[in-house]
C-alpha cells in the first residue's frame, strides 16, 4: 500500500534542501518500458516471431522422428529357491537394493549384445552400420572394421537409446526403447526384456552349477573328516571302558542299579531285624506274643495260643469245682502245661526262622555296600576320562552338522539347476507406438516458435534501441511517443479525499491543504499507469532531470489537481519529485496552497519543502524577479539548484516558446466534456511533438476545492 504520510522527512518546512550525492536506487527494466520498447518495434518483432514459427514448423519436417515404445517386467526379489530366498534381505531396503542391482542389469554389455545379435542391428544404420557407398567403401578410419567393433559400436548406440526405470515402491521395471520406427521401438523393447530373462535364467543356473560343484567337492573332505572323527570316539571309548550308548554307559547302569539294591536290601535288614527282636521279646511277654502272631499271621501259634487259652480255663473251672488234688484237675493242669510248651517250642522255631532271615539280610547288605565302593571307585576315574570323550563327541557332532548341511543344500543346488528364472515376468509386452515422441507436433512447434521469436525481437529490438545497428534510441523512443501516447482516464473508480488543516500542524503539508487526494488503500490503478510511464521516462533520461508539462484548459482545478497527486505518488516510488507552478496567468498551484503559505512563514521564498518531501517551486510569490522565473527555476534544477531532483513537473507551462524548449514531454490533461482532437490541436506544435501521454478525468466530482479560487486569481493578477 502507498502511504503519503509514512515517507516524510523531518525537514524544516521553509529549509532550502541540500543537493543530495546519495545514488538513488532505480529499477532498470520496468513493464512500461518494456511495453513502449514493444509497441515502437512492433513490425521488426512480430517479422522474427513469423520467421522463427516458420522455422519451428520446418523443424517438425526436417528433424527425424523418434517413437518410443515400453515393455514391463515383475521381478519376485525372493529369487531362486535354495540361492537367493536364503540370503535376500528381508527389509524393504533389501528388497530395493536387489530391484535396482536388476536394473542395472538391464543395461549391462552381456543383456545388450544378445539384443543385437537377435535383432541383427549390427546391419541397421541406426545403430551404427554404414548404409553409404563411401561408408562400405573405405569403412572406419580408412579400414573396414571387425565384426567386434561393430558389435560393440552397436551395444553403445543401444544403450543411448535404452532407458531402464522403476516405479516408486514397486518392484517393476519399465524398458523404455526409442527409435526411428514404431515397430523397431517395440522390437527392441520386448527384445531386452526378453534377453534380460535369458540372462538371468542362465546366471541362476551357472551360479547353481558352481555351487553344487563346489559342494560336491568339499562333501568328500567333510565325510573324511566325519568318519576319523567317529573312530576317535569309539577308539577312547574301547580304551577306557565306556560301553553302551552314548546316553547310558553299562558302568553306570550298573551304578544305578546296585544302589537300588542297597537301598532295598537296608530296607529288608531293618524288617528282618525288628521282627526278630520282637520274637525274643515275645517270649517274655503274651501282649508282643499275641502281636508277632497277629502280624505275621502265624496261624499254627495262633491254634496253640487258643488250645492254651482253652485249657487254662477249663483248668480254672474244674479247680473251682472239684479242688486242685482231684485228678481231673491235675489232668487238666498237665494239658495246660503240655500247651504252653508247645507254645515256646514253636515260638522258638518261628525266633530261629527270623534270626536266619536276619542274618541273611545282614549279609546281603554288606555285599552289596562292598559292591558298591568299588563301583563308586570305578565311576571317580570315568567322570575324568568322560571329559576327554564329551570334547571328542562335541567334534564328532560339529563334523556331522556340517556335513549334513553341505549334503543338503548340494542336493537343493543340484535340483535348482532343472528350474529357470520363474521369479521374473513379462507383465507388458511393447507394442508399437501411435505418435512419435520426438519433435513434438507442428501446431506446437509453430506456437513455441512464435513464443520464442517474440522474446527473441524484443531482445534485438532492446540491443538495436542500446546503440547497436546506427539506430538512435531516443529518436525511436520520441518518434513511438508521438504515434502512439499512453492514454489514461481518472474515472469514479478512482476515489479522492479532501481534508482540512490539523490543529497540531506546524509543517506544510499537501494532504491538509483541502486538495483532493488519493488515499493509500484506495483504488490507484488508473493514477499508477501514469505513473508508470513517466517512471520509465525518468529510467531513459539517463540520470538527467526529466522535465515535464502539464498543459490544458480543463475546468476549475483539474490541471492542478492532478499534478499534486502525480508528484506524490512519483514520490512513494523513491524519486526525488519537483512541482513548479508555471501557469503566469493564473497560478494555480500558488492559489490552491496560499493559507499554507500564509501559515508557514516567509512568501519571498518561492522554494518550499513539504512535510510530504515534494519540492515546490512557485515563481508567483517571489518578488524579487517575476520575470523569467519559470525558465530559472527549471534550468536550476537542470543544474541540481537548489536540489537534485529526478523529475519536475510543471502546472502548466504558459505561451512562452522558451519555455517549449526546455520541456522534455507534455501531458495534456482533459476535463470530462472536452473533445481530444480540438484541445490537441490547440496546443502550440512545439508541444504537439512533445505528448507523451493524455490524462482525461471522466469524473463526477466537481473538483472545486476552493469555491473563491476564481477571485483569488484575479486578486493576485491585480497584485
Known amino acids: ?46 517479422a522474427v516471431a513469423l520467421a522463427c514459427a516458420a522455422g519451428g514448423y520446418a523443424l517438425t519436417k526436417l528433424l527425424t522422428p523418434r517413437y518410443v515404445a515400453a515393455a514391463q517386467i ?48 549390427t546391419e541397421d544404420p541406426e545403430f551404427g552400420a554404414s548404409s553409404s557407398f ?11 572394421p571387425t565384426p567386434e567393433e561393430n ?85 577312547y571309548k574301547a580304551e577306557n571302558g565306556f560301553v553302551g550308548t552314548r546316553d547310558s554307559y553299562i558302568g553306570e547302569q550298573r551304578l544305578k542299579e546296585l544302589n537300588q539294591q542297597l537301598t532295598f536290601a537296608r530296607t529288608r535288614l531293618e524288617d528282618t531285624r525288628s521282627r526278630f527282636e520282637q520274637a525274643q521279646r515275645a517270649a517274655h511277654s503274651d501282649t508282643e506274643l499275641a502281636a508277632i502272631a497277629a502280624n505275621m499271621n502265624l496261624m499254627t501259634l495262633n491254634a496253640l495260643r487258643g488250645q492254651q487259652a482253652e485249657a487254662a480255663q477249663k483248668l480254672a473251672d474244674l479247680s473251682a ?27 522258638a522255631r518261628v525266633a530261629a526262622s527270623l534270626r536266619k532271615d536276619y542274618e541273611r539280610a545282614r549279609g546281603t547288605e554288606e555285599a552289596l555296600n562292598r ?183 480543463a475546468p476549475g482545478s483539474i490541471r492542478t489537481v492532478m499534478a499534486v497527486n502525480i508528484a506524490l505518488a512519483l514520490r512513494l516510488q523513491n524519486l526525488e519529485v519537483a512541482l513548479v507552478d508555471a501557469d503566469r496567468d493564473n497560478a494555480a498551484l500558488t492559489v490552491l496552497i496560499e493559507d499554507g503559505l500564509e501559515a508557514f512563514g516567509d512568501a519571498d521564498d518561492p522554494f518550499v519543502r513539504t512535510d510530504d518531501s515534494v519540492l515546490l517551486a512557485l515563481p508567483a510569490i517571489d518578488r524579487r524577479s517575476r520575470a523569467g522565473a519559470v525558465e530559472r527555476i527549471v534550468d536550476g534544477f537542470r ?21 517549449f524548449e526546455r520541456l522534455d514531454w507534455v501531458a495534456p490533461v482533459l476535463g470530462r466534456d472536452q473533445d481530444e482532437e480540438a484541445a490537441i490541436a490547440e496546443l502550440p506544435e512545439p508541444l504537439r511533438a512533445k505528448i507523451a501521454l493524455i490524462l482525461r478525468v471522466d469524473h463526477s466530482d466537481p473538483w472545486l476545492p476552493r469555491r473563491d479560487f476564481r477571485r483569488r486569481s484575479e486578486a493576485r493578477k491585480t497584485a
Open 371 to 553: 559292591e558298591m565302593q568299588k563301583l563308586e571307585g570305578k565311576a571317580v576315574v570315568s567322570a575324568q576320562a568322560s571329559v576327554k570323550l564329551r570334547d571328542l563327541e562335541r567334534e564328532v557332532e560339529v563334523s556331522r552338522t556340517i556335513y549334513e548341511s553341505f549334503l543338503t543344500r548340494s542336493r537343493q543346488t543340484g535340483e535348482a539347476r532343472q528350474l529357470d528364472a520363474a521369479s521374473t515376468h513379462i507383465i507388458t509386452m511393447a507394442t508399437p507406438p501411435i505418435a512419435r515422441s520426438f519433435p513434438p507436433g507442428a501446431g506446437l512447434m509453430t506456437s513455441a516458435g512464435f513464443v520464442g521469436g517474440l522474446t527473441l525481437g524484443l531482445g534485438l529490438a532492446f540491443l538495436r534501441e542500446r546503440g547497436f545497428g546506427g539506430f538512435d534510441p531516443e529518436e525511436g523512443r520520441r518518434r513511438d511517443m508521438e504515434a502512439a501516447p499512453l492514454r489514461v482516464a481518472v474515472t469514479d473508480a478512482t476515489k479522492f479525499t479532501v481534508r482540512g488543516p490539523s490543529a497540531a500542524q506546524d509543517k506544510l503539508e499537501l494532504t491538509r491543504l483541502g486538495i483532493p487526494f488519493v488515499r493509500p488503500f484506495a483504488d490507484r490503478r488508473e493514477l499508477e499507469a501514469v505513473v508508470s510511464r513517466l517512471c520509465a521516462l525518468v529510467e531513459e533520461s539517463a540520470g538527467r532531470p526529466l522535465v515535464v508539462g502539464l498543459v490544458g484548459d
Open 134 to 144: 563411401f561408408g562400405k567403401l573405405f569403412g572406419r578410419f580408412g579400414r573396414t
Open 639 to 659: 543544474n541540481g539548484r537548489p536540489a537534485a531532483v529526478d523529475i519536475v513537473l510543471c502546472d502548466g507551462v504558459g505561451l512562452d516558446e522558451t519555455m
Open 151 to 235: 558389435v560393440a559400436g552397436a551395444v553403445r548406440a543401444l544403450g543411448t537409446k535404452i532407458i531402464v526405470r522403476r516405479p516408486e515402491r514397486t518392484f517393476i521395471i519399465d524398458i523404455a526403447a526409442t527409435s526411428d520406427n514404431p515397430q523397431k521401438s517395440a522390437r527392441i523393447a520386448n527384445a531386452v526384456a526378453q534377453a534380460y530373462i535369458d540372462v538371468r535364467a542362465a546366471m541362476h543356473s551357472d551360479a547353481a552349477h558352481q555351487a553344487a560343484t563346489s559342494f560336491t567337492g568339499r562333501l568328500d573332505g567333510l565325510r573324511e573328516r566325519l568318519l576319523v572323527a567317529e573312530k576317535a570316539v569309539e577308539a
Open 321 to 347: 469245682e472239684l479242688g486242685p488234688q482231684h485228678p481231673v484237675v491235675k489232668n487238666a493242669t498237665a494239658r495246660l502245661a503240655e500247651t504252653r510248651r508247645l507254645v515256646s517250642t514253636e515260638l
Open 74 to 121: 515383475y521381478l519376485d526379489p525372493r529369487g531362486l529357491p535354495g540361492l537367493e530366498g536364503d540370503n535376500q534381505g528381508q527389509d524393504s531396503t533389501g528388497f530395493i537394493n536387489f530391484v535396482e542391482t536388476q536394473t542395472r542389469i538391464l543395461t549391462s554389455q552381456v543383456v545388450l549384445e544378445r539384443v543385437v545379435e537377435a535383432e541383427k542391428l
Open 1 to 46: 500500500m502507498l502511504d503519503y504520510e509514512s515517507g516524510s522527512k523531518s525537514l524544516a518546512e521553509r529549509e532550502r534542501p541540500a543537493v543530495s550525492d546519495a545514488p538513488r536506487p532505480r529499477s532498470s527494466v520496468t513493464p512500461g518500458r518494456v511495453i513502449a520498447l514493444a509497441l515502437r518495434n512492433k513490425l521488426f518483432i512480430l
